[in-house]
Nanobody, 127 residues
Framework: QVQLVESGGGLVQAGGSLRLSCAAS????????MAWFRQAPGQEREVVAA????????FYPDSVKDRFTMSRGSAKNTVSLQMNSLKPEDTAAYYC????????????????????WGQGTQVTVSS
């Protein structure tokens, strides 16, 4: 059974930092595109970071660029999201996502491009 499990969420003051981790089991994603998404209440799920299958390229929307960094862990099947200079508008549930194979069937920014999802971890940024 394939599972993605996120950890590292919590409550932080504006300007602070958090590091989220995602551990995969049941399949290998070391050569699959992966991403972090977030969803605030009443909002659509949006990508905050994506990493290529090889891990050599990362992608960020303007809203988090230069503040968030996604990377693959030294352990297989792990990815992390370092979040700095957090803002109250970063408050959301954060989800790890992975594609089944080495290629995405659509845009890396589209939730439908990913086949596996974690249950999410809550990030709350207080002002």
């Amino acid at each position: 059974q394939v599972q993605l499990v996120e950890s590292g969420g919590g409550l932080v003051q504006a300007g602070g930092s958090l590091r989220l981790s995602c551990a995969a089991s049941g399949s290998t994603f070391s050569r699959s595109p992966m991403a972090w998404f977030r969803q605030a209440p009443g909002q659509e799920r949006e990508v905050v970071a994506a990493i290529s299958a090889s891990g050599s390229a990362t992608f960020y929307p303007d809203s988090v660029k230069d503040r968030f960094t996604m990377s693959r862990g030294s352990a297989k099947n792990t990815v992390s999201l370092q979040m700095n200079s957090l803002k109250p508008e970063d408050t959301a549930a954060y989800y790890c996502a992975a594609a089944l194979g080495p290629y995405l069937r659509s845009s890396r920014y589209a939730p439908g491009s990913y086949d596996y999802w974690g249950q999410g971890t809550q990030v709350t940024v207080s002002s």
